[in-house]
């Protein structure tokens, strides 16, 4: 029997436990604040944006929507940031990716308060990701999403070979750090990846982070393997679809996330969840 990871399902339990933490600090007279960047016109940032200020607003979150034109330079973004680094009733800050070309992501994400870096994405972060320090810091929220869905399955991580497929700053690279925290194997493959299929056969844990629909077919995949599908692709239709075959996929493998309904919802529900942490943590 397969077991389907429902990520909209695991998202509610998640915000409901946010919500609870948000009306314990409003009894206190605390509300976490969240700023959202969105640089030029980018449809399905739109989309995503939209969706997260709903679910902030739901939970008692203050969020604020800041949209700026394309045509804004860098240091006038640059100058955005600082005001939010400075403005006491905003907790986390997201720079909506990607950016128009022109401006330097890096520089603006580098610009961030660490402590307000609700992405994840300040390098000081992701290097105390990547070393497993101790203490209180953010992650990238997908990644951190999907950990909380395999913790949900309640099965060993410790000492399991874990595949990522993907090397991106946003899913990829910290997933694996992520899952080589959490004591498993982990090796990590990308475009030049030799013989993927021979590798991702060995995950038992497969996390698949590509954006090229249905990469994964049951012939890549161990027998009982966990499958989690990142992929927001669109098949020849046009229906939002993921990286991995699903129906393909489905009876070899012990569980499995969708799409729609899997990884996404849970990286919005961790992005509240880590607002709420980094106003805590702020106390
Ligand atoms: N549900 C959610 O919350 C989120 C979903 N997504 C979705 O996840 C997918 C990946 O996003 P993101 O990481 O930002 O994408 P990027 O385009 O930044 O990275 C894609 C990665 O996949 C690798 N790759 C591409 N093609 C292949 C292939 N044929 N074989 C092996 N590896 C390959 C690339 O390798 P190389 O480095 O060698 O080029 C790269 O490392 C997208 O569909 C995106 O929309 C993203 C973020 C959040
Ligand atoms: N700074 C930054 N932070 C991000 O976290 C970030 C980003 N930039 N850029 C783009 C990616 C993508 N991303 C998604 C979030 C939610 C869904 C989501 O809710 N998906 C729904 C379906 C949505 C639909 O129907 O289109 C689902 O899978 O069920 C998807 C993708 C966050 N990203």
């Known amino acids: 029997m397969t077991t389907i990871i429902d990520g909209k399902q695991l998202a509610k339990q998640v915000n409901a436990a946010t919500k609870e933490r948000v009306t314990q600090l409003g009894q206190r007279g605390i509300v976490p604040g969240l700023a959202v960047i969105m640089v030029g016109e980018d449809p399905a940032s739109a989309i995503y944006v939209r969706n997260k200020h709903r679910k902030a607003t739901q939970l008692g979150i203050k969020s604020i929507v800041r949209e700026l034109p394309a045509t804004i330079t860098q240091a006038e973004l640059l100058a955005v940031v600082q005001d939010y680094n400075q403005d006491p009733s905003i907790h986390g800050i997201l720079v909506q990716s990607p950016l128009p070309t022109g401006l330097d992501e890096r520089g603006i994400v580098a610009a ?49 070979h874990a595949v990522v497929v993907g090397r991106s700053m946003i899913v990829g690279r910290p997933m694996g750090a992520l899952l080589l925290n959490a004591d498993m194997s982990m090796t990590i493959t990308h475009q030049y990846s ?17 954006g090229v629909a249905h990469l994964i077919k049951a012939a890549d995949v161990k027998p009982g393997a966990i499958v989690i599908d990142v992929g927001m692709d669109r098949d020849e239709d046009g229906k939002l679809t993921g990286d991995v075959d699903f129906d393909g996929v489905f009876a070899k493998v012990g569980a499995i996330s969708p799409v729609p309904g899997g990884v996404g919802p849970m990286t919005i529900a961790t992005l509240m969840q880590q607002t709420v942490d980094l106003c805590e943590w702020s106390e």
Do not use: Q
């Open 112 to 160: 961030i308060d660490p402590a307000k870096d609700v992405d994840g994405f300040h390098p000081l972060n992701v290097g105390k990701t990547f070393a497993n320090l101790p203490g209180n810091y953010p992650v990238s929220c997908t990644p951190r999403g999907i950990m909380t869905m395999l913790r949900s399955l309640n099965v060993p991580l410790k000492g399991k």
């Open 194 to 210: 030799e013989r993927l299929s021979d590798i991702t056969k060995t995950a038992d844990v497969l996390v698949v982070a590509t």
